[in-house]
């Protein structure tokens, strides 16, 4: 599957889905820690 998508996007992308993934095993994850994450 090729898609055109900017380093920007792709990384958003990856962030996003680890996001759900994480919220997925983790169950009740706190959406402000993983924000603390990413900004650092």
């Keep these: 599957m090729m898609l055109s998508l900017s380093s920007t996007e792709l990384c958003n992308q990856v ?3 680890w996001s759900q993934i994480s919220n997925r095993i983790t169950g009740s ?12």
Excluded: K, T, Y
């Design 29 to 40: 994850a706190d959406p402000d820690h993983i924000r603390d994450e990413e900004d650092e």
């Design 15 to 17: 962030v996003r889905l």
